[in-house]
Every structure is written in structure tokens, then in C-alpha cells.
């Protein structure tokens, strides 16, 4: 029977994941459809669009729900068995799904609240397309709650996994009947948070799905949005801070209706259509949908999304029970006194991958050339005379704070090599650059660099090393950090 319920799992994951992947865009037009409603300005009279219009919706509702009961978990003791399972599944062409392997969790206090968290920390990984071992390339990892749950307001304070190319995602879900032809049929539950919105952390998309039989036979209500459209008052998702995701979903025909997304306890989108009636288990996670070209490409190697606390509070509002809650028996990765794994946004940053000619990752500027070898079991990167080598970093906007730490040396010539950050627009336009780090000695030694970034416009960095003519350098190590 549990093998049975374990090949079902993994089966409606499939279902899960696909609804989620491209989750049917309309293309984040509102258009004039009333069941979505942006938020307004109370306090200009002129305002076309003001609340007090007759008719116009706002991001609240009429009456207080009647709570019934709140799970909460910070995850002090770690991820609670209980409470808690995840899942071993595989998909889609050049996809390696997501393993439990990727789960983790830190109950070590000191470096607990170091991150600014309480209790303890999941941390949930993923490889990208600069995996190291191809066997794991576009490999994510789920948190699932052990019961399902109705209307009521589901909350996560968390850091999002900050490269594109992949779904971090907060999402209900229940498929009651995969094998429906007829949507009437249809016994569906979801409604999802899902991000980068276009490759972007500077948008996010809500969605929710009442049935849903295929991406071309479902009824479903979804948009993106911009967080400046919404007034919020920091940049991107992706800031390396915490930021409260949640949904409130009230079910009562007699009263209130509907699903609004909060960021951060900002009201960001309200829904009144295609709202669900069945009850469905919490997923957490990162993930690489079979299509995930609204996802941006995953350049990256390795990076990670924390977890702090989740808070479902359940309202006195009718919702149909037919699920069986979520199956399945793992044992997590426990950190103990280890480090809660960073996110280092340069790939390759040991020089392992590539050839002598090459370097996986890396690009060289034109007239540039790269050189990689290997002295005393050590790889490097050696950048010769006037040659100017590079990285680029997708995703980083104005207001955030970088660390730049490089291991380097000279070993040819009487000049110097050159390292600093780039700001980029588009992959092409400058947009300034940071101070420099400058080595000039033929002793190796490492150098620390701290930047945030000051352009409106900029959407990328470039990691960039370059020697003055008649000089080379080996590099050894490179990494990038939040400050």
C-alpha cells in the first residue's frame, strides 16, 4: 500500500509541476477583468480608479474570518517528520526534477540568527546548468506539509533563491482526478506563488486554478506584476532578504470569496474567480519546470533558498476534504555545527570545469583569450597581457550589496591585474564600475572587495579581471557574495 501511494505521489507531482510551470500566462494583463484588482490611491480625489467608486473592488474583505485552529512550525528542532515529507521525482528532457537530498536544516543558534532567523533554518538547493556533475544539472528540492489544508491564510518568511531560470515557488496542490476528460469532472485544488516572473526578480505572478484537466482545458485566473507597480518599497525578491510571502483564501458563499497575495503583509492582488473548493497539502520550493523559458536561463552552478517559518491559520469556511494529506518517509540533511550553505553567485570559481583553452563559465573579451591550468593540484585562470576575462551575473539591481573575494597572483611582467565589479544593462551596456582590487606581487594572496550597486537601469554585473600590457596573472579562486 505505501509503494502504491508513493508511485502516486510522484505522479500527481508531475500534474503539480506542469500547472505550476508556466501556470497558463495571460501575460499579466489585468486587462479589464473584475475579478483582479489592483490596488488604488484613496487619497487623490482624482484618482479614475478610487476605492470609493461604486462597484470597485479593493484589496480587503467585508468581514473578519472566524479562525479555527494555525499550524506554525520554525523549524527549531529541525524538519519534523510529522509535520513534513518531500518527494524523489524526475521529469521532462534535460530535467532531474527534485531529490531530498537537496533538503537541509540548521538548529544551530548562533548561525541561525546570524541569518536574522529564529528557531531554525531549511535550506533548499538547486543546480543549475553549470552543475558540476551532470547528473544533478536543473535538480531542485519540496517541502511538503503532511496534512492538507482549507481556506485560511498560508504565510512563509523566506529568502528566495536568487538566480533565474528556475521556479521558487509557494503553492497548494490536490489533483483528485488525473484521469478527467471532462473539466466538470474536475476535482482540483490550487493557488500558487511563483517567481521570477520573466526571468525577473523584480516581478512575481499569482495564480489559481479551480479544475484543470491540461494547460489548454482548466479554469484558472493568473497575472504578474511588477513590485514597483505595487508600491513596495524595495527593489527585487532577490535583495538577499527575508520577505514574507502569503495567500488568503476565504471560501464562504454567503460572504467573502476570493484569494489576495501579500508581500511582506502588502495586499499585492485580489482574485474573486476560479477559487478552489478542495482542501490540498503546502508545497515549498525550487524547482525546473519542463518549459521554463518564462524563467529565464539557469546559469549558475549551485544556490540556495532558506526557509525561516510557515504559518497556516485556518479559517471557519467550507472547503471539500478529499485528500488524503501527503505520503512518503525522509531523512534530511542536519547541518549541525557546519556553515548554512551561501549563496556564491559566480560558477566555476576553482576552475574546474573546462579545458586548457577554456573555462566553463568564464568569457573572454575581444583580443582576449582564456588560458586554464593546474600548478601543485591547484587550478587557475590565467589572464594574459592585456587580456581582459569576465563573468556575468544576471538579476543584481540597484540596492544591492555584493562582496568580491579573489585569490590572485602576478607571474609575468612588472604591471598589474585589475579586478572590479561592472554594472550592465541588457548584457551590453555599461552602466559604471565599482574600485578596484589591484594585485602587483608574484606571492599569491587574497583581496576583498565590497560593492552595492547605484544604477537604475543596471540588471546585471560582470566579475571582470585585466592586466596592464607586458603583464599576466593567475587566478586561483574567485567568489561573490551578499554583504
Known amino acids: 500500500m505505501k509503494k502504491f501511494l508513493a508511485l502516486l505521489m510522484c505522479f500527481l507531482l508531475v500534474f503539480a509541476l506542469a500547472a505550476c510551470g508556466d501556470g497558463g500566462k495571460n501575460d499579466g494583463n489585468t ?3 473584475p475579478s483582479i484588482t489592483d490596488p488604488d490611491d484613496p487619497s487623490d480625489p482624482d484618482d479614475p480608479e478610487d476605492p470609493d467608486e461604486p462597484g470597485k473592488q479593493e484589496y480587503t474583505w467585508n468581514s473578519e474570518p472566524v479562525v479555527t485552529e494555525t ?4 523549524f527549531e528542532n529541525g524538519i519534523d517528520g510529522t509535520k513534513w515529507t518531500s518527494t524523489n521525482t524526475g521529469w521532462g528532457e534535460n530535467n532531474n526534477g527534485v531529490s531530498t537530498d537537496n533538503v537541509m536544516y540548521s538548529t544551530n543558534k548562533e548561525k541561525v540568527e546570524a541569518e536574522g532567523a529564529t528557531g531554525g533554518i531549511v535550506v533548499l538547493k538547486a543546480t543549475g546548468d553549470y552543475a558540476a556533475n551532470k547528473n544533478e544539472k536543473r535538480e531542485g528540492a519540496v517541502l511538503i506539509t503532511r496534512d492538507d489544508y482549507g481556506a485560511g491564510k498560508y504565510e512563509v518568511r523566506m529568502k528566495v533563491l536568487p538566480r533565474e531560470g528556475q521556479c521558487t515557488a509557494i503553492w497548494t496542490y490536490f489533483n483528485g482526478t488525473p484521469n478527467a476528460t471532462d473539466l466538470e469532472d474536475s476535482k482540483y485544488s490550487e493557488i500558487d506563488i511563483e517567481l521570477p516572473e520573466g526571468g525577473d526578480f523584480r516581478e512575481m505572478s499569482a495564480t489559481t486554478y ?5 494547460k489548454t482545458n482548466m479554469n484558472q485566473t493568473s497575472s504578474h506584476f511588477t513590485l514597483e507597480e505595487k508600491g513596495l518599497d524595495f527593489i527585487s525578491l532577490n535583495d538577499g532578504d527575508w520577505h514574507t510571502f502569503a495567500f488568503e483564501w476565504r471560501t464562504d458563499d454567503d460572504g467573502e470569496r476570493g484569494i489576495i497575495w501579500y508581500i511582506d503583509d502588502v495586499p499585492v492582488v485580489k482574485y474573486t474567480t476560479d477559487v478552489p473548493v478542495y482542501t490540498a497539502p503546502l508545497w515549498i520550493g525550487t524547482h525546473f519546470p519542463d518549459n521554463p523559458s518564462w524563467l529565464g536561463v539557469p546559469n549558475f552552478e549551485t544556490a540556495y533558498m532558506y526557509i525561516d517559518w510557515v504559518r497556516i491559520t485556518s479559517y471557519d469556511e467550507e472547503t471539500i476534504d478529499e485528500s488524503n494529506g501527503s505520503e512518503g518517509d525522509f531523512t534530511f540533511t542536519d547541518l549541525g555545527n557546519a556553515d548554512i550553505p551561501q549563496n556564491n553567485f559566480i560558477s566555476n570559481g576553482t576552475f574546474d570545469q573546462g579545458t586548457e583553452s577554456s573555462a566553463v563559465a568564464w568569457s573572454a573579451d575581444r583580443n582576449s583569450s582564456i588560458v586554464r591550468g593546474s600548478e601543485n593540484y591547484v587550478n587557475y585562470l590565467q589572464v594574459n597581457s592585456g587580456n581582459t576575462i ?10 544591492h550589496t555584493l562582496q568580491l573575494v579573489v585569490n590572485a597572483k602576478i607571474t609575468g611582467g612588472s604591471g598589474t591585474l585589475h579586478v572590479y ?3 550592465m ?4 551596456l ?10 602587483r606581487h608574484t606571492i599569491s594572496g587574497e583581496k576583498t572587495l565590497t560593492y552595492q550597486i547605484k544604477d537604475d537601469d543596471t540588471d546585471s554585473i560582470r566579475v571582470v579581471f585585466k592586466t596592464d600590457e607586458g603583464t599576466t596573472a593567475q587566478i586561483t579562486s574567485v567568489e561573490l557574495y551578499y554583504a
Not at 499550524?71 to 520554525?74: A, G, K, R
Not at 569576465?390 to 540596492?399: A, L, M, T
Not at 544593462?425 to 551590453?428: N, V
Open 31 to 33: 486587462g479589464d477583468d
Open 71 to 74: 499550524f506554525f512550525d520554525d
Open 210 to 214: 479551480e479544475k484543470y484537466i491540461d
Open 390 to 399: 569576465y563573468q556575468e551575473i544576471d538579476n543584481q539591481y540597484k540596492g
Open 421 to 423: 565589479l561592472e554594472e
Open 425 to 428: 544593462y541588457g548584457g551590453i
Open 430 to 439: 555599461s552602466q559604471g564600475t565599482s574600485e578596484e582590487i589591484e594585485f
